[in-house]
């Protein structure tokens, strides 16, 4: 199985918003509501964003939200503030096992 | 504070073995799954392997299948990680992380830091 697909890098200026997607395939993304997104700075642990598709842990902002259509979830970032620049991975179930995307580099301009 | 705290990581050899742990504390363990993910040196993150609460469930990345074995002691509160036949690619800092749920579905709310593995002659 190949790792989901994510682009490399994204941008925002403070205030706007930004979507970073995540596709795979109807055997993982489209085919389970356990897809779930990590915020990494350089050099930490990741911290989760989001599970089960939407889902916000406990003490993450409601400036992240996550959704999903068809073999595509999305992230996205209301109201960027400049500690949002950062590594996002998504991640998904696919049955046997799990799966990560690339990782895409939020860039806050 | 959910505490994670990954040991045995270090330098060995191309085909040689390694066991990670991971001691977990300030949660129930056994209330929920736990997963191992990899970085290798500026790269991304990889999952390798999760165990379900009760070890009833387990999941292994195609890269490690066959090689590394996962498991658990709830009675321990600890995870482990057995990695046999290592290869130059499996470099990386291995986190130890806990998941949302009791089985290994969900996302991972807290990591340890990590332990540096490094295969290499």
């Known amino acids: 199985q190949s790792a989901l697909t994510q682009p490399p890098s994204a941008s925002g200026s403070p205030g706007q918003s930004v979507t970073i997607s995540c596709t795979g395939t109807?055997?993982?993304?489209?085919?389970?509501?356990?897809v779930s997104w990590y915020q990494q700075h350089p050099g930490k642990a990741p911290k989760l964003m989001i599970y089960e598709v939407s889902k916000r842990p406990s003490g993450v902002p409601d400036r992240f939200s996550g959704s999903k259509s068809g073999n595509t979830a999305s992230l996205t970032v209301s109201g960027l503030q400049a500690e949002d620049e950062a590594d996002y991975y998504c991640?998904?179930?696919?049955?046997?096992?799990?799966?990560f995307g690339g990782g895409t580099k939020l860039t806050v301009l | 504070e959910v505490q994670l705290v990954e040991s045995g990581g270090g330098l060995v050899q191309p085909g040689r073995s390694l066991r990670l742990s991971c001691a977990a504390s300030r949660f129930t363990f056994d209330d929920y799954a736990m997963h191992w993910v990899r970085q290798a040196p500026g790269k991304g993150l990889e999952w390798v392997s999760g165990?379900?609460?009760?070890?009833?469930?387990?999941g292994y990345a195609d890269s490690v299948k066959g090689r590394f074995t996962i498991s658990r002691d709830n009675t321990k509160n600890s995870l482990y990680l057995q990695m046999n036949s290592l290869r130059a690619e499996d470099t990386a800092l291995y986190y130890c992380a806990k998941d949302t749920s009791s089985g290994w579905t969900g996302g991972s709310d807290y990591w340890g830091q990590g332990t540096l593995v490094t295969v290499s002659s």
């Open positions: 109807s055997s993982d993304v489209g085919g389970y509501n356990y």
């Open positions: 165990i379900s609460w009760n070890s009833g469930s387990t």
């Open positions: 991640t998904s179930y696919a049955g046997s096992n799990n799966l």
